[in-house]
């Protein structure tokens, strides 16, 4: 034959477009102090541009008076729980009485509003202790995952506030790309529910020209409109 056709095929290739990234971390969180006190320690590394290993500690307070709320604790739950023991044994000693018809009811029943007393006493203390020792506990911060210091605001001997911000991580582990499209752009690739996982090409822009590849994994359709994006 002097002339041969090809079948049609419907090609699933998305038409490409070449776009600058912003490169940001996936994840930053502030470091800040759960209780107050004097720092009286600092990770070397915990400087701007320094890495920090999941679970390293990065500051601690000092424990000395939060030690000291500890061991008051303790003692009043000593003090409570001995005076509890000595009402339950007198409510055991009434109730046998008031079966042999030696001792009154009203009796019984003051030793017994005691006794519920005592015990909410011993309860309050022990929420005191544990609210002591949670304080010791979190006079150590430390680095929740493998990061980078972005930014720090430390010295020992300063005092610290609940709440204050003393630096910024931000992940070491991934990085994620931000691609911003006009709309001239996102018409050009059509439906946006077929781009995730979409195969990318991410080329450095300095002399290595270093290419990597990537996905797509999210899209948010929201307009900025100081860049008209």
Do not use: H, K, M
């Not at 005592?118 to 990061?147: C, G, M, N």
């Not at 003393?166 to 931000?178: F, H, I, P, T, W």
């Not at 996982?197 to 899209?219: F, H, M, N, P």
């Amino acid at each position: 034959p002097l002339v041969e056709t090809a079948s049609v095929e419907v090609s699933d290739t998305l038409p490409s477009i070449r776009q600058s990234a912003l490169l940001q971390a996936t994840s930053e969180i502030v470091v800040t102090s759960a209780s107050s006190g004097r720092v009286v320690w600092v990770n070397p590394r915990f400087q701007i541009g320094e890495r920090i290993a999941s679970g390293a500690p990065l500051l601690r307070l000092d424990t000395a008076r939060l030690e000291t709320d500890v061991a008051r604790a303790e003692a009043e739950i000593a003090v409570v729980q001995a005076e509890l023991t000595r009402l339950e044994e007198e409510f055991a000693r009434i109730s046998e009485l008031v079966e042999r018809n030696v001792s009154s009811e009203a009796t019984l029943t003051t030793t017994r509003t005691s006794r519920g007393a005592a015990e909410a006493r011993v309860a309050l203390a022990e929420a005191t202790l544990l609210a002591a020792q949670i304080a010791v506990e979190e006079a150590t911060v430390y680095a929740p995952f493998d990061a980078v210091v972005t930014a720090e605001t430390l010295a020992l001997g300063q005092f610290l506030q609940p709440g204050s911000e003393v630096g910024r991580l931000v992940n070491a582990d991934s990085a994620e790309l931000v691609v911003r499209l006009n709309a001239q752009q996102l018409g050009t690739l059509g439906d946006t529910a077929r781009l995730i996982g979409r195969d990318v090409i991410v080329r450095a822009t300095d002399a290595s020209g270093v290419e990597r590849g990537g996905q797509i994994e999210r899209i948010a359709l929201t307009a900025e409109t100081a860049t008209q994006t």
